[in-house]
């Protein structure tokens, strides 16, 4: 089992979650919204305490799914969120050792 970390532009999230649901075998996501930064300019190396406080806003989609679904979600994803500009965002996938289910107590 894997999960899918997608940071993506929120502007991009119905495009990305219309074609996800044509993915066979998904089974659901999670959406949250999420600030924060990323890499800077050598020029930028030093930031201002002002711009400490100049997050950019992005959406976080996440996915548990079986390692057999990572390569068609995570194309799905890349060419849908794509911009061409900057920032578009990563896709970060993480092995997931097991799951247990809120009140059946056994891990899946």
Do not use: W
Request: charged share 30%.
């Amino acid at each position: 089992m894997k999960k899918i970390e997608a940071y993506i532009k929120s502007h991009k999230l119905t495009e990305v979650t219309m074609a996800l649901q044509h993915v066979e075998g998904l089974r659901g996501m999670s959406v949250l919204f999420a600030r924060g930064f990323g890499h800077r300019d050598a020029a930028e190396k030093h930031p201002k305490l002002d711009d400490l406080m100049d997050f950019s806003e992005h959406t976080k989609i996440e996915i548990f799914c079986n390692d057999d679904l990572v390569e068609e979600l995570v194309d799905v994803i890349d060419k849908n969120a794509v911009t061409g500009l900057r920032g578009d965002g990563k896709i970060y996938i993480m092995d997931v050792i097991g799951a247990v289910k809120i009140g059946k107590g056994k891990i899946e």
